[in-house]
């Protein structure tokens, strides 16, 4: 599975129990690089989406176990060292700010290499980094 996350400076993801920021144009990003592929996700991260009719958005709440290979996960409040093995790539959205957060990626991106970075505009957002990573093989 291929997994898209949203990060601040500090890989913070979430905090008191709601997402640190948000950009209509990210999750405009986000189903152009699906391009009508299965798109999984959870009931909480579903509202993000609730104006765009999408036949690939799937929504469940054991999305992690569902998905199959080559399919994307867009993960905002799971955990996900226990899907590592399972994780094809990720794609992570830097916001470039540092947020308060309690809740943090539980991967280590030292354990990936990054294969592309790429500047976006968003709409409230000056700047949104786009960085895709893929499993080290030492």
Not at 105 to 110: C, G, K, N, Q, V
Request: proline content about 1%.
């Amino acid at each position: 599975m291929k997994v898209i996350l949203c990060l601040d400076e500090n890989c913070g993801m979430m905090f008191n129990q709601r997402r640190q920021s948000r950009d209509r144009r990210l999750t405009e990003r986000i189903l152009q690089i699906c391009a009508g592929r299965k798109l999984w996700m959870n009931s909480y991260s579903r509202k993000l989406f609730t104006d765009v009719k999408a036949e690939n958005i799937f929504t469940d709440e054991k999305f992690l176990q569902k998905a199959s290979d080559g399919e994307y996960c867009f993960v905002e409040s799971e955990r996900l060292q226990a899907y590592e093995d399972k994780i094809e790539r990720l794609i992570v959205f830097w916001w470039n700010k540092r947020y308060p957060a309690d809740f943090h990626l539980d991967l280590s991106l030292h354990d990936w290499e990054k294969i592309s970075s790429e500047d976006l505009k968003g709409f409230s957002h000056d700047k949104i980094t786009e960085e895709i990573y893929r499993k080290r093989h030492d």
